[in-house]
């Protein structure tokens, strides 16, 4: 065999080769082109043999993996610009301290949980990007730049933590306050939570990544969204990146791999994942009979990402070198991630005999070196300087999203208490001599007593380490993560001006949404808001009429439109441009909640406040992407979400998995989420101007959910008296009187909400034709009305002397009688304000549990028992 042929390809030679002689002519042709032409000729030569093999249809495609083996090789490395042995000091003290912190919280209460094993993983991973790659925000003007956006592995939270006690932002105190927010609030400390939740420490966390896959995916959006904001001309984001670190477990999410070929359609050369494979997930390896880093190469390579592989440290470049057989590749190819996590948890000894030991050549390469030396042999993810080469790759990587894929060990350097071990990721106690191991192994400057109790460390403020700390995040712009909240305010145009029509309606017929749909359009023109409005949908804009915003405003693309679209010479023809304002997300649900996140937090993530208003099925947002709904609230979101199509009878035909009878139950559950189901066009008006107010000029967080129905009925005019108690969550409606010729003196209460309201009013007018006086009132919120209840009820528990009657006891304070309430959705929703309604009357709730099923609104109605007929009984009943 040519001496001379790179080892990694002999370790590819397969064992069907029936000519060998002339397999080496071939091989050597190419190593001969590469020799004197160079890589750009020998790339061309391999894909101008792949076009032939094409043609040939010979039934090959190129293999989508290279060798086990780092992407990067030695001689394209830059020179590492740090101190690394500084750096690596650093990394140890973090490393220390983050475990410290763990394990003292939960010598003091074991119940508090925390990981240990999962930042030990990946300590060098994050301190390369702190010393090297992540910008903050930095400067005034138009000139500042925005920061990078960076997604931490939620597990990995305590070495953070760590970080911001060695810059100064966090002190001991705070440390010791991991996990213990609420006594620590009570001592005036941080309390520090045990994920990244930026509703919990709105200063520090920008991004909640606690729920595995929701940061993943979130990151490719925010990636996007960034462009969007540039594209559009309303901010340049071209010199900022979003890194994420996330699991190798954690790919397996759904959501971590649901919009990976759109991150590569849109070209999103301002995203960078590393994935710290540390080959472990909580019970047990990931993939333990295959290798997570070649099958997610294949996956990213697949979807069009640039795949940089970080397999090997520094120390394997000597072994590679004098491998000239190909053994190690060839050894790789034959072990399995199982077997590669032993070793990890095995020492020098067990790894020479049974990985060195494998065969005389490897033997061989493994002589000279001490036991010791094969233990501290490093994989990727732990070496400064190979991290270093791969994040700089990435940075300057044009034209597709970059995924660095870190071979790191779980539980790195925790020794026998934890390093590879099947049970590392919940590891929380060491005793003294693991301690003390630690402190070894990491040079740790710290007396036996020191580490055994667990003593925090900190550098004095002149030593060389913190001073290349301090100096490294000054060069970078600051400290992060950081979470900012300073944004523009943007004048917003009054109700009458884009909402006239739904106020004074004087009965026109239209559905709610028919009527938002004009509102948004209506908006959109204003000078100010409307450009900062994003309307995004799910492949569902001509189910909701908006087709006409195609024309109007366009939707999004980052290529403009390459085609005549078909219907070019309508009125709506669809447009697609470099500066359209529409998201039009395809059938992505976790894509347009993802979009929505990243729209609703501009004014934090960017400083530029954006408005955003996603309007989907409603039966596909709460139940289908509820968990990011819930990482969103998280965040701080202002924007809308709309539910359409929403009310379990008001569907009609769609059925089972369309008809959405409990949206309102979800939303009533997350507590920054105003949730409204209003009836009437004027109602919503009212709803959506309040939401403008709260959120644009007020700066409040909250987010509105405004459910919207496609029943086309009459919508009176609104009188604005009633505009507060819509927001409150009702009103009084109308009170049908009892009619004289056959009064009998009886009356009752209904309470309506949603298209159902139609349903009481014409209960109304027969009771009132059989005699009995009705009052109607329009519900435009029953959580809302349930809120306020209990945070009444709560402060005449507290004792409070000013503590207030529920708004709905005195709204109904009017009214007589019995009180019927019927809606759309579950039971349990009117059931919610059961106890804040007045104690002597009777009260019957009118609901659509269980599950729906097509048929035309009327048979639904009457099978559900929420029709005029079914409200009408219900009085009866409730007054004999
Ligand atoms: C949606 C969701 N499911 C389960 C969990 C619980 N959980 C937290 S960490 C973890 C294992 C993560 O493994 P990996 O992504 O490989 O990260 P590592 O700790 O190995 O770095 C699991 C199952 C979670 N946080 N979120
Ligand atoms: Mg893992």
Redesign the pocket.
């Known amino acids: 065999m040519n001496a001379s042929i790179d080892p990694r390809l002999n370790a590819l030679l397969t064992t069907t080769d029936t000519d060998t002689q002339e397999t080496s002519e071939w091989r050597d042709a190419l190593l001969a082109v590469l020799a004197a032409q160079g890589p750009e000729r020998a790339r061309f030569l391999l894909d101008e043999l792949v076009r032939t093999a094409h043609t040939a249809k010979i039934g090959w495609r190129p293999e989508l993996s290279t060798p086990y083996v780092n992407t990067i090789s030695v001689d394209q490395q830059p020179v590492f610009p740090g101190d690394l042995a500084v750096e690596e000091r650093l990394a140890s003290i973090m490393r220390w301290n983050a475990l410290a912190m763990v394990v003292r919280a939960n010598q003091a209460y074991g119940e508090l949980g925390g990981?240990i094993?999962?930042y030990a993983?990946?300590a060098d991973l994050f301190e390369t990007g702190f010393n090297h790659f992540f910008e903050a925000r930095q400067g005034t003007g138009p000139d500042q730049h925005r920061g990078d956006l960076v997604f931490f592995?939620?597990?990995?939270a305590p070495g953070v933590y760590a970080r911001a006690y060695l810059e100064g932002r966090l002190s001991e105190q705070d440390l010791l306050n991991y996990r213990q927010e609420i006594r620590a609030s009570e001592k005036g400390a941080v309390g520090l939570s045990s994920y990244p939740h930026p509703w919990l420490m709105p200063d520090f966390w920008q991004f909640p990544t606690?729920?595995?896959?929701i940061g993943p995916i979130s990151s490719i959006y925010h990636a996007r969204f960034m462009r969007y904001l540039s594209h559009r001309n309303l901010l340049d984001c071209s010199t900022r990146k979003v890194w994420g670190v996330?699991?190798?477990?954690?790919?397996d999410?759904p959501e971590s791999m649901s919009a990976l070929t759109l991150a590569a359609r849109e070209g999103l050369d301002n995203l960078v994942w590393v994935v710290?494979c540390?080959l472990?997930?909580?019970d047990g390896p990931?993939r333990g009979n295959g290798r997570i880093i070649d099958e997610l190469e294949k996956l990213f390579t697949g979807a069009g990402w640039n795949v940089i592989k970080l397999v090997w440290g520094s120390d394997w470049d000597g072994l590679f070198a004098r491998d000239v057989t190909g053994a190690l590749t060839r050894a790789f190819a034959n072990t399995v991630d199982g077997q590669m996590q032993t070793f990890a948890a095995k020492d020098g000894r067990f790894n020479r005999d049974t990985f060195f030991g494998q065969n005389e050549e490897l033997a061989k390469l493994a002589q000279g070196m001490t036991d010791d030396q094969i233990d501290r042999l490093k994989r990727g993810g732990h070496d400064l300087v190979k991290i270093h080469a791969a994040y700089a790759s990435a940075a300057q990587h044009v034209g597709q999203p970059t995924v660095i894929l870190a071979h790191t060990k779980?539980g790195y350097g925790m020794g026998s208490a934890g390093q590879g071990k099947m049970t590392t990721?919940s590891q929380k106690k060491f005793d003294d001599t693991d301690l003390l191991e630690f402190r070894n192994r990491f040079n740790l400057p710290l007396s036996d007593q020191e580490a055994t109790s667990l003593a925090f460390y900190k550098p004095a403020p002149d030593s060389a380490e913190m001073q290349y700390l301090q100096s490294r995040r000054t060069a970078l712009g600051g400290y992060l993560p950081k979470r900012d909240t300073a944004s523009d305010v943007v004048p917003v145009p009054a109700i009458e001006q884009y909402s006239g029509f739904a106020l004074n309606a004087e009965g026109k017929e239209m559905s709610t949404t028919m009527a938002f749909v004009r509102m948004l359009g209506n908006l959109l023109k204003d000078s100010s808001l409307g450009p900062r409005i994003v309307p995004i949908v799910a492949d569902e804009a001509r189910t909701f009429g908006m087709a006409n915003l195609f024309k109007q405003v366009g939707i999004y693309s980052s290529v403009g439109q390459r085609y005549a679209p078909e219907d070019i010479g309508s009125v709506l023809s669809y447009r697609e441009a470099l500066d359209g304002q529409i998201l039009e997300e395809g059938i992505s649900e976790a894509g347009a909640i993802a979009s929505w996140t990243a729209a609703a937090t501009s004014y934090s993530v960017h400083g530029l406040a954006m408005l955003p208003f996603y309007i989907y099925y409603s039966m596909f947002g709460f139940q289908r992407v509820g968990?990011q709904i819930w990482a969103a609230a998280d965040q701080r979101p202002r924007g809308f979400l709309l539910g359409a199509t929403s009310g379990r009878t008001t569907l009609g035909g769609e059925g089972l998995q369309h008809q959405d009878g409990s949206s309102h139950l979800h939303a009533a559950t997350i507590p920054n989420c105003k949730a409204y189901d209003p009836a009437f066009a004027g109602e919503m008006a009212v709803i959506v101007n309040q939401g403008i107010q709260d959120m644009m000029i007020e700066q409040q967080d909250v987010f509105y959910y405004i459910t919207l129905m496609n029943e086309n009925y009459a919508q009176p005019s609104l009188p604005a008296a009633v505009h507060e108690q819509v927001i409150r969550g009702c009103y009084l409606f109308e009170t049908y009187r009892a009619q004289a010729s056959n009064a009998q003196a009886h009356t009752v209460t209904l309470l309506g909400s949603g298209a159902i309201l139609t349903e009481v009013i014409k209960a109304a007018q027969q009771l009132a034709a059989q005699g009995i006086t009705a009052y109607v009132y329009s519900v435009t919120s029953w959580s809302e009305l349930a809120r306020d209840g209990l945070a009444c009820q709560d402060a005449r528990l507290a004792g409070s002397a000013t503590a207030g009657v529920p708004f709905i006891y005195s709204q109904l304070s009017t009214s007589q009688g019995p009180i019927i309430a019927a809606t759309d959705y579950v039971h349990a929703l009117p059931e919610s304000v059961r106890a804040y309604l007045p104690a002597d009357r009777r009260y019957l709730t009118l609901g659509t549990d269980g599950f729906g099923r097509s048929d035309t609104r009327a048979a639904l109605r009457e099978y559900f028992g929420v029709d005029a007929a079914a409200i009408v009984r219900a009085a009866v009943l409730a007054l004999e």
Do not use: C, T
């Open positions: 990981h094993a999962s993983s990946a592995q939620p597990h990995s606690g729920s595995m896959g996330f699991g190798d477990g954690e790919m999410e710290n540390n472990q997930r909580l990931v779980k990721h968990d």
